[in-house]
């Protein structure tokens, strides 16, 4: 991004070339290659730009001649992109996404250093089989566990639980833990029917209705604490499931992972007697995504059921 001084905002502006133009002494480290996919901001991608994305990338990473991957993003839905590709990517080269905070105007572009780095992990032998990384700010993250967590600081990107898995120290790729074990799921044509419903005090079924009404087929709803919901929305939950729409459960808290700890109306233990599935420690926009993969992958609910829970959970 760069300010336009008639809109008074910032606008995509920089290509490829310009921003790697900025990264100087790179080439002492790697041979790079620069391609453009697009130049949207990042509110601007959807779904099936990410789906076009990873078999995009695929292509690169199918090369012999090429060692790794990197992507810069808009921070806005750049944990959504590295969380799909880290689902729809085969291979075990690094990929790793990237942004900056601060747009190309302002004092303090952190671009080109987020760049830099994101290269230095890109090109390390350690950070192969890792699957999607996100590094900003020194900091490498997965993609799994990664999440924007404040508007404006440059570091934004957090992961919640576990914290990061690695730094850039003096140009070189450090990591502290494995992280996560990761999923492939094949997918050739996406389903793009899912919504996101965030739970608040009092709320009914009147969401999740139009979304079945819609023609949904799957849905993620952000419970509160463990994973409940208050009562009234219980009978859209059911008649969902009832219709065969996928509902999977997740926290609108910002730390820890959903169980079946109450037995109240609307409890876990409940939802989970319905037929919904558990959403583990996932934030609802990844969770919405993962759910987008999975009934593009299968309708069978019990083999969603198995992408979401297995190894987590059991009945």
């Known amino acids: 991004m760069k300010f336009d001084s008639k809109l008074h905002a910032a ?14 002494g790179i080439e002492n480290f790697a041979q790079i290659e620069t391609h453009t996919f697009s130049n949207l901001p990042g509110p ?28 810069t993003h808009g921070t806005d839905t750049l944990e959504e992109t590295a969380y799909f590709l880290d689902l729809t990517l085969k291979s075990e080269k690094p990929v790793v996404v990237t942004g900056s905070m601060r747009n190309g105007s302002e004092l303090g572009y952190d671009g080109p250093a987020n760049l830099s780095a994101s290269i230095c992990t890109a090109i390390s032998e350690k950070a ?8 900003l700010n020194g900091e490498i993250n997965c993609a799994s566990e990664v999440t924007k967590s404040n508007t404006m600081s440059l570091d934004t ?6 914290g990061p898995i690695g730094i850039i120290d003096n140009n070189e790729a450090i990591f502290y833990r494995s992280g996560p074990e990761r999923q492939y799921i ?9 919504d996101l419903i965030k739970c608040a005090a009092g709320m009914d079924s009147r969401l999740i209705d139009f979304c079945v009404d819609s023609g949904d087929k799957g849905i993620v709803i952000e419970g509160t604490g463990r ?12 008649r969902a499931i009832e219709k065969n729409v996928v509902v999977v459960l997740v926290s609108r808290c910002f730390e820890g992972r959903v169980y079946g700890t109450y ?12 037929g919904v ?5 996932m934030p609802g926009q990844k969770a919405r995504i993962k759910l987008m993969i999975a009934l593009s992958n299968t309708s069978s609910m019990k083999e969603i059921k198995n992408i979401f829970e297995k190894d987590f959970f059991t009945d």
């Not at 094949?186 to 899912?194: P, S, Y």
């Open 11 to 24: 606008v995509p502006t920089l290509s490829g070339e310009d921003i790697m133009s900025m990264v100087t």
């Open 44 to 71: 601007h991608v959807t779904p099936e730009t990410m789906l076009e994305l990873s078999k995009y990338l695929q292509q690169f990473l199918d090369r012999e001649d090429i060692d790794g991957v990197v992507v």
């Open 128 to 135: 192969r089989g890792r699957g999607v990384l996100v590094v």
């Open 157 to 162: 990107f957090k992961s919640p639980e576990f």
């Open 186 to 194: 094949k997918v050739d044509k996406l389903e793009i029917r899912v």
């Open 227 to 238: 994973g409940n919901i208050p009562p009234m929305m219980i009978s859209g939950v059911k």
């Open 263 to 274: 037995g109240y109306p609307g409890g876990g233990k409940g939802l989970r007697d319905l």
């Open 277 to 281: 599935i558990y959403g583990e420690n």
